[in-house]
């Protein structure tokens, strides 16, 4: 019933089954590295086209919520102002995002070289400005 002359001569009276176990507290993690595809996620460059195809989505959803909110018109006329709203939200259309938390990929990677962007230009570097 010991590992190392550590524990108990007999399990009798202690309620444990005896069992001796490793104490994994004591283990530290390792540190992790970014594997070759985690490193290519962080450092892939924007695909505008899903940006864009994104923001369309989040407008055909708002002109939706706004068909369903137009109860007892006819259907012509509910065409129509979806039309008219669908356009005015077009105006304002723009694929890149301005969200303080980001939840794509490719969202990440527009701000991260808006920031990288805004580094350089503050260092005057990259621009053939020394």
């Known amino acids: 019933m010991s590992y190392n ?64 909110s137009l109860d007892g018109l006819d259907e012509d006329e509910i065409l129509l102002k979806c039309d008219e709203y669908r356009r005015t939200l077009m105006q304002d259309f723009s694929p890149i995002p301005d969200m303080a938390r980001p939840h794509q990929v490719h969202e990440v990677a527009v701000l991260k070289e808006k920031a990288n962007k805004r580094f350089a230009e503050a260092l005057s570097i990259g621009n053939g400005k020394e």
Do not use: M, W
Not at 20 to 30: D, Q
Not at 32 to 59: D, G
């Open 5 to 68: 002359n550590i524990g108990l001569a007999t399990a009798r009276g202690t309620g444990t089954n005896g069992f001796i176990s490793r104490n994994l507290s004591t283990i530290k993690n390792p540190v992790r590295k970014l594997s070759h595809e985690q490193s290519e996620i962080q450092s892939r460059k924007p695909n505008f086209e899903l940006l864009e195809h994104e923001a369309k989505r989040r407008i055909e959803i708002k002109v939706l919520e706004y068909a369903d």
